[in-house]
DNA sequence: GGCCAGGTGCGTA
DNA sequence: TACGCACCTGGC
């Protein structure tokens, strides 16, 4: 049930939306714990998630809710039938109860694409640190932070513009991509259209220099609501060669690829942190 | 000080 | 196709 009121909407149960699990199993590095929940913007609004999995509270404008959140946290998808599909492999049921509570996010094309171009042989603070410093310097303000930059507000800066980000090899890169979407050389609204098909997609993508195979899918399955991919990093690679020796066809959920595979990366990384030695 | 971190692009076989 | 290596930067 989605209970509004002009400042804050409550959610309850059935949409199993827990703001711990969502913020932090990868997919996204612009929430950021803070009073016990988690304060973010997009789509040039703030907002303010706290709870767990049985209730969780939006504070925001309920027009925002409405108009914004509701589908930027995938409030109107069902995910029972979905998580049902991992029945029959233990492995995967596992992962897909480790991970209850996670909501696969509809973040904005062109973040998506500007972060996970950063996130490339980085680590998660640093590209949190990073994506930060690039809506501070080039971004609007929004409330008490700023919103990510519009592609046209990097795509003329020059790389000495880009440096106090210290994106390091990646900075031009993000310059490149930039110029890309604010020229339509790339066209992201295009290319969000769901009957496209994956790889059609996935090659335009990657004709951006730094965008290969890994980052393309992420920003398939992040930014541009595809859950036919199935983003393949180190961690799932080890992951998928120990558990599935035999191969993992993500082919087989069509609707769900990219869901078990945040699932299944929150899980691994749990995993690898409960057994690391301290 | 060396190594590694959620990849990619390029050269070589 | 497969592999090795460099690439900025920051933390351990």
Not at 111 to 137: K, M, W
Not at 209 to 224: E, S, T, Y
Request: with cysteine; aromatic share 14%; glycine share 8%.
């Amino acid at each position: 049930m989605i209970i509004t009121t002009p400042n804050k909407t409550v959610l309850t149960e059935q949409h199993a939306f827990d703001p711990t699990k969502t913020f932090t199993c990868g997919q996204c590095f612009r929430f950021q714990p803070k009073q016990g929940g988690f304060f973010g913007i997009a789509g040039g609004r703030e907002i303010f998630v706290s709870g767990d999995k049985t209730e969780t509270v939006l504070f925001c404008p309920a027009e925002d809710f409405e108009s914004f959140w509701r589908e930027y946290f995938d409030l109107d998808r069902s995910y029972d039938a979905l998580r049902a599909l991992a029945a029959g492999d233990p492995f995967l049921e596992a992962a897909t109860e480790f991970g209850d509570g996670i909501r696969l996010l509809r973040q904005e094309p062109f973040e998506a694409l500007c972060t996970f171009i950063i996130s490339q042989c980085n680590n998660i603070p640093r590209i949190a640190g990073i994506v930060e410093r690039l809506a501070q310097h080039f971004g609007t303000p929004i409330g008490s932070g700023f919103a990510f930059p519009a592609p046209h507000a990097l795509a003329s800066l020059s790389l000495e513009a880009l440096a106090p980000l210290r994106a390091g090899y990646r900075a031009p890169y993000l310059l490149a991509a930039a110029q890309a979407v604010a020229s339509g050389t790339l066209d992201l609204a295009f290319l969000s259209d769901p009957d496209l098909p994956l790889d059609e997609v996935r090659k335009k993508l990657m004709t951006l220099p730094g965008v290969g195979r890994k980052v393309a899918d992420c920003v398939l399955l992040f930014g541009l609501g595809r859950w036919d991919a199935f983003p393949v990093d180190v961690w799932m690679q080890r992951a998928l060669a120990q558990y599935y020796p035999a191969g993992f066809k993500p082919e087989r959920f069509p609707q769900a690829a990219g869901l078990f595979q945040q699932y299944i990366f929150y899980y691994i990384r749990h995993l690898s942190k409960a057994h690391a030695v301290t």
